[in-house]
């Protein structure tokens, strides 16, 4: 007589161990829900992974990311950024081409102004007086020149000959903006007129004591203002986007340049506004240059200033010498794409308060303003992007540092706001920015970094933590449930996946799935994404080169895989989507996207769905555990289905959805034929789902597959038996 006795452990997660002997279950497009009633039939339901609908199809494959925030949704498809609209539309952002400034003027400093004439110099003595008389001038000097001598003062009580004894003395105001002075002797003392003396600024008062001077004729004219030059300066402009730069502009000529530029004497250099620009580079084309602090002469052309912002539209040149640099003759503005290295793209996002999305593709660093539609490469060597406290942030893992944007602007990047590890030796590989820290990941350590509040010194180590676990896979590492989780590696091995709670990852791989990720061909390019769910949160791991996914559910801690089946092949292959988004929640109308690894496919991701991304129906399998526990000859009289039946479509496959039941006697080594019964149509609420007559087997395993695309839900199964 066969006793009739729940399978145990039918309804149960994925596992793949070192021997099929040991443990041979599986499951493929499945997951496993707990049930949070004590009174529900089973404590577990084996509930179909989702299926797809396609949303909107790019232009350009495969889709490597997407990204929404504020009702705005993007995608990268191949080399091209799209925006996506609540209806599926599909609007291309390509790079912005800006237009090469028109001829710049040019302009001369101000001169400066001549010093006023001096006031008559009064003329007292000292010793005995005399009958003589004697007259004085004086005049004012600067860097420029000489005012015209002042009017005549005079005194006729000069001693006949002057001395050390018997001297005349001359005093004079100050002259607002005089270096210095010059004092000449124009009537009594022998030979006149004489340049008796040249003095400082601070020298108001002299005494002749009959110096006999040097001949010269007080001036009559003012040279003490500045002069127009003679010599001839050329200037072309450039605009800039991000790396981008435009063809340099005419040439702005001015013929009346000085000599010698200084902080005194000058050009201006002043152009219009070129629309979408961010910034402006002004090179000094015809000229020559004065090295500060020297008197050497360096040829044109030169890079003389670099604008970083659109708001400022002239520079002076005041003769620094600049770097040597010829101006480009073409454009380098909106001819770039996005580069495709074909991984997945990162996205963030400075939200209302600065208008912008950034985003790192192929090693370099895009950034779109939501507001203008404007699109340009900004920065090179990035690798992972991230927004915190009013900053882009991007990870250079070639060189190990973190990069900073300007507050609210991703168009500009300071060369001076690079931070490089030194914590520790090992290369940062990955990043991932949380509301308020940077997660740094090396291969075999990692650190938590925090804001300052100190625009000088934005960013700094928080010294507390210093994690002993690294990343492998460096496009692993996500945000999932308040968490993140990444494939780790450290000094002692590679190949398992953490969770942090707190400041500590903590294991969440099993040992089953640990053994399936260390024996890939290449753990490196693993990537993963997350989404929620009808209340379950999911981190999806795939491995391209090897055809793996591997998902753990963080609500039951469960494993299990996920796979497109490759009719051609009879396997299966990655699951095709690659990345996800939550896409116009705050419009209502929230929906879970993700993009196709294969085409360019954005798909709705459905709980009822059946099919896959391409339309193909999704063939889910579970590969139950050993029947028995020791090698005992069981006969088995039936196995019957404890599941939802009578969930038939109203048309077309599915009409009549069918299970597929297959069993081996070895084990899983081999498997015998397909058996194949209705789960019932639409309404057929009494059906059974069961197979009877199944032999007799030592090591029995049984598959059970189903490929229609109706609402799956296995609550159990039911087995009689007797043994020999």
Request: aromatic fraction near 10%; hydrophobic fraction near 35%; charged fraction near 15%.
């Amino acid at each position: 007589m066969s006793d009739r006795i729940p399978f145990a452990g039918f309804v149960g997660s994925a596992f793949k161990a070192s021997s099929p002997r040991f443990e041979i279950q599986d499951l493929w497009n499945w997951f496993v829900e707990r049930a949070e009633s004590q009174g529900a039939k089973s404590g577990q339901v084996l509930l179909p992974c989702p299926g797809f609908e396609t949303f909107a199809t790019l232009p350009n494959s495969p889709v490597r990311g997407v990204f929404a925030q504020n009702n705005r949704t993007f995608a990268v498809g191949g080399d091209t950024l799209y925006e996506l609209t609540r209806l599926g539309g599909i609007l291309t952002r390509a790079t912005t081409a800006i237009a090469t400034p028109s001829t710049p003027i040019i302009t001369n400093s101000p001169l400066a102004p001549a010093l006023v004439k001096a006031n008559p110099p009064v003329v007292t003595h000292g010793g005995a007086l005399g009958t003589t008389t004697y007259g004085y001038k004086v005049t004012a000097t600067n860097a420029y020149g000489e005012t015209e001598a002042s009017v005549e003062g005079t005194s006729p009580y000069g001693n006949a000959t002057l001395s050390g004894t018997n001297w005349n003395i001359i005093s004079w105001s100050a002259v607002d903006g005089a270096t210095g002075y010059k004092l000449y002797r124009t009537t009594g003392g022998g030979a006149v007129p004489v340049l008796l003396a040249v003095l400082k600024s601070t020298t108001l008062v002299y005494n002749d004591l009959g110096t006999t001077g040097t001949a010269a004729t007080p001036p009559t004219s003012n040279t003490s203002g500045g002069t127009v030059g003679a010599t001839t300066y050329g200037y072309k402009v450039t605009a800039t986007l991000g790396l981008g730069e435009t063809a340099a502009s005419p040439e702005g000529v001015t013929i009346t340049g000085q000599a010698t530029l200084s902080s005194t004497d000058y050009n201006i250099v002043t152009w219009a506004a070129v629309t979408n620009a961010r910034g402006y580079k002004v090179y000094r084309t015809t000229g020559t240059s004065l090295g500060t602090g020297t008197t050497v002469h360096l040829p044109p052309p030169r890079l003389i200033a670099t604008i970083d912002g659109p708001g400022t539209l002239t520079t002076r040149d005041i003769g620094e010498d600049g770097d040597s640099r010829t101006p480009p003759t073409t454009n380098t503005t909106g001819t770039a794409v996005v580069l495709n290295d074909g991984l997945p793209v990162t996205f963030c996002s400075s939200g209302d308060a600065g208008g912008q999305l950034f985003f790192v593709s192929g090693g370099t660093g895009y950034c779109y303003d939501l507001r203008t539609d404007v699109l340009a490469p900004v920065i090179t060597g990035a690798n992972a992007s991230g927004f915190i406290d009013s900053y882009f942030v991007c990870l250079d893992a070639n060189t190990s540092t973190l990069k900073v944007s300007e507050s609210f602007n991703g168009f500009l990047w300071d060369a001076t706001q690079v931070y490089q590890r030194a914590r520790a030796g090992d290369k940062w590989l990955s990043m991932a920015v949380t509301s308020n820290e940077i997660w740094l990941i090396g291969s075999q350590t990692g650190e938590v970094w925090t804001g300052t509040g100190n625009d000088e010194a934005r960013f700094t180590p928080y010294t507390p933590v210093f994690l002993e676990t690294g990343i492998i896979a460096t496009a692993s590492m996500v945000r999932v449930a308040g968490s993140l989780m990444w494939v780790a590696q450290d000094k002692d091995g590679a190949g398992y996946v953490v969770r942090t709670s707190g400041y500590q990852p903590q294991r969440v791989s099993t040992i089953a799935v640990d053994y399936s990720i260390q024996r890939l061909q290449t753990i490196a390019d693993g990537y993963a994404f997350s989404y929620q769910m009808d209340g379950h949160a999911f981190y999806v791991l795939t491995f391209p080169t090897d055809q793996t996914t591997w998902v753990y559910d963080l609500g039951t801690n469960e494993w299990h895989r996920r796979g497109y089946w490759d009719s051609a092949a009879m396997t299966y292959v990655a699951y095709r989507p690659q990345c996800y988004t939550f896409a116009f929640g705050g419009l209502g109308f929230g929906t879970n996207l993700v993009g196709d690894r294969s085409s360019g496919r954005v798909c709705r991701m459905l709980t009822d769905a059946g099919v896959d991304v391409d339309g193909s129906v999704i063939r889910r399998l579970r590969q139950a555990p050993h029947v028995v526990d020791r090698d005992q000859e069981m006969t088995f009289d039936r196995l019957q289905m404890d599941m939802d039946v009578g969930l038939g479509l109203s048309a077309g496959q599915g009409s009549d959805p069918t299970m597929m039941l297959s069993y081996s006697n070895d084990g899983g080594l081999t498997w015998g034929k397909e058996l194949w019964r209705s789960a019932g149509r639409q309404g057929e609420r009494r059906i059974q789902v069961a197979w009877s007559r199944l032999g007799t087997a030592k090591l029995r395993v049984f598959r059970l597959v189903v490929s229609d695309p109706v609402p799956w839900r296995l609550v159990g199964a039911w087995l009689e038996l007797e043994g020999s």
